[in-house]
Nanobody, 125 residues
Framework: QVELVESGGGLVQAGGSLRISCAASRPFHNYVMGWFRQAPGKEREFVAYIDALQRETVYADSVKGRFTISRDNSKDTLYLQMDSLKPEDTALYFC???????????????????WGQGTQVTVST
């Protein structure tokens, strides 16, 4: 099972940008990957999805046009570029690997495993 470690979170002003990363403990080129987030007092929610070969990406409506998911399989690293950040984007961001029903897009949290510990993103007004 691959282990995942997120990094790159921080404090940014509204309208700013941030790129967070997710490093895998071993080659992850066969894994479908996702980013999720959890704000205080709220349930964890889907943010973005990317298939193993970067042929397909899917975004939550709330981040579409502002966030970009990508991966570098040569570095076993997943990225999330976040632009035009809003205070409502404040959350703990997690990466995870799809472990169930991965042949097509899924944003279902129960289909993902190998969760990282998360990286905090805080957007100030």
């Amino acid at each position: 099972q691959v282990e995942l470690v997120e990094s790159g979170g921080g404090l940014v002003q509204a309208g700013g940008s941030l790129r967070i990363s997710c490093a895998a403990s071993r080659p992850f080129h066969n894994y479908v990957m996702g980013w999720f987030r959890q704000a205080p007092g709220k349930e964890r929610e889907f943010v973005a999805y990317i298939d193993a070969l970067q042929r397909e990406t899917v975004y939550a409506d709330s981040v579409k046009g502002r966030f970009t998911i990508s991966r570098d399989n040569s570095k076993d690293t997943l990225y999330l570029q976040m632009d035009s950040l809003k205070p409502e984007d404040t959350a703990l961001y997690f990466c995870a690997a799809c472990v169930k029903d991965c042949m097509e897009f899924t944003g279902n949290l129960s289909h993902y495993g190998s969760w990282g510990q998360g990286t905090q993103v805080t957007v100030s007004t």
